[in-house]
């Protein structure tokens, strides 16, 4: 994993988006998030998916994969801005609003969200896997997927939501991502539409797993432990706000049972080339077992 993981980020940092005009920092911009780290969650999971199949694939993935993590990252410079969350940090950096001003926080996200289809569109795939790759992130990343999701988040705050709600507002804004990836890295593998499926079930039980856990660093580390802006959740529907902090481990804890129960369900190719990636992830709620 570590291999594939240097292969993604060379890859990155040789193929930074580019605007060459006489702006004076806005292609500087336009990388820096890019370059600022995050775990890589979702373009590992799709490279994880290819290499289990067909490791010859992986070089034709890179550009899909950096155009995840560009669509990722522009919803998280959107997400910061004062309209939404207002944070100050982000990855341990000064956020783009912050550094710059709002308006070039908002362009920079624009043009990842669009430049990411770019990538996609111009891999060096079938036709016919990249209209395919187009429609599933369109779909998830989109208004059936992250949009509704954050607007539901946003419209909703210092309102009570029922725990089906607040399940089904982060299915869809921070899980369908995950789950996109899973089947997008098993589409360019050409896995079965079984295992796709799946694999993509798989993938919002992880992403609801994921912010669980989000939702518990926020309420139990600060800032600068946690690398972003923490604490700032009081007025909105939160996991540890609806269940309280008990509950909410409780509820990571079974649901990351679940996870696993999964993946040993799966084939062992996969297994093997999803475990050392998603135990981070499934096990890491064990050391707030500790704490509550």
């Not at 193929?15 to 500087?28: A, D, I």
């Not at 362009?107 to 990842?112: H, Q, S």
């Amino acid at each position: 994993m570590k291999e594939l993981l240097n292969t993604f980020e060379t890859y990155l940092e040789k193929n930074l988006p580019l605007s060459k005009s006489f702006h004076p920092h806005f292609e500087t911009a336009l990388g820096e998030m890019l370059l600022a780290g995050g775990k890589r969650f979702r373009p590992m999971l799709l490279l994880c998916v290819v290499d289990s199949k067909n490791s010859l694939l992986v070089k034709s993935s890179l550009n899909v994969a950096l155009g995840l993590e560009m669509l990722h990252t522009y919803s998280l410079i959107h997400d910061d801005l004062p309209v939404m969350d207002n944070a100050d940090l982000r990855r341990g950096f000064q956020t783009l609003h912050k550094k710059y001003d709002d308006v070039t926080a908002v362009l920079v996200g624009d043009a990842l969200n669009t430049e990411a289809f770019k990538l996609i569109a111009d891999a060096p795939l079938s036709a016919d896997v990249r209209i395919e790759l187009v429609a599933t992130l369109a779909n998830d990343g989109g208004i059936n997927g992250m949009i509704i999701g954050q607007a539901i988040d946003c419209y909703f705050e210092n309102k009570v939501l029922s725990l089906e709600q607040l399940e089904f507002l982060h299915q869809h804004k921070t899980a369908k991502l995950i789950a996109s990836s899973l089947r997008m890295g098993a589409i360019i593998a050409n896995y079965s539409k079984e295992v796709q499926d799946t694999l993509y079930n798989f993938g919002l039980d992880i992403g609801l797993l994921f912010q669980i856990q989000d939702d518990i660093i926020d309420e139990t580390q600060s800032s600068e432990e946690a690398g972003k802006t923490t604490q700032n959740d009081a007025c909105k529907n939160s996991f540890v706000n609806l269940l309280g902090l008990e509950g909410s481990v409780k509820a990571a804890n079974t649901l990351a049972e679940k996870c696993e129960d999964t993946l040993l369900s799966l084939d062992s190719s996969l297994q093997n080339a999803l475990k050392s990636l998603l135990e981070v992830y499934l096990y890491r709620h064990n050391k707030f077992t500790k704490n509550s």
